[in-house]
Nanobody, 115 residues
Framework: QVQLVESGGGLVQAGGSLKLSCAASGSTGSINVMRWFRQAQGKERELVARIGSGGGTMYADSVQGRFTISRDNAKNTVYLQMNSLKPEDTAVYFC?????????WGQGTQVTVSS
């Protein structure tokens, strides 16, 4: 069992930065992959970034070069550093942890980018 809690969302002007955090608790030693998703109003949920158990990362084309995913295993926390934010980045951002064949989700945190 894994519990995830996101934080760090908020309102920011275009061009600004935010850093999201996702704190994991429970059976954190079994987490293989952690991912950030987002869902804008009226749109499908999309994968934003992924970090594997070996540290490899992957990003959606829309955020490549602007967002950075990282993890601190000692703190059982994954981060999403978001720079050069655009209005189209506005969405609810969700943290996901994969444990074997099971996915766990946080409650989501709202990111709003104004023009």
């Amino acid at each position: 069992q894994v519990q995830l809690v996101e934080s760090g969302g908020g309102l920011v002007q275009a061009g600004g930065s935010l850093k999201l955090s996702c704190a994991a608790s429970g059976s954190t030693g079994s987490i293989n992959v952690m991912r950030w998703f987002r869902q804008a109003q009226g749109k499908e949920r999309e994968l934003v970034a992924r970090i594997g158990s070996g540290g490899g990362t992957m990003y959606a084309d829309s955020v490549q070069g602007r967002f950075t995913i990282s993890r601190d295993n000692a703190k059982n926390t994954v981060y999403l550093q978001m720079n050069s934010l655009k209005p189209e980045d506005t969405a609810v951002y969700f943290c996901n942890a994969r444990v074997f064949m099971t996915d766990y989700w946080g409650q989501g945190t709202q990111v709003t980018v104004s023009s």
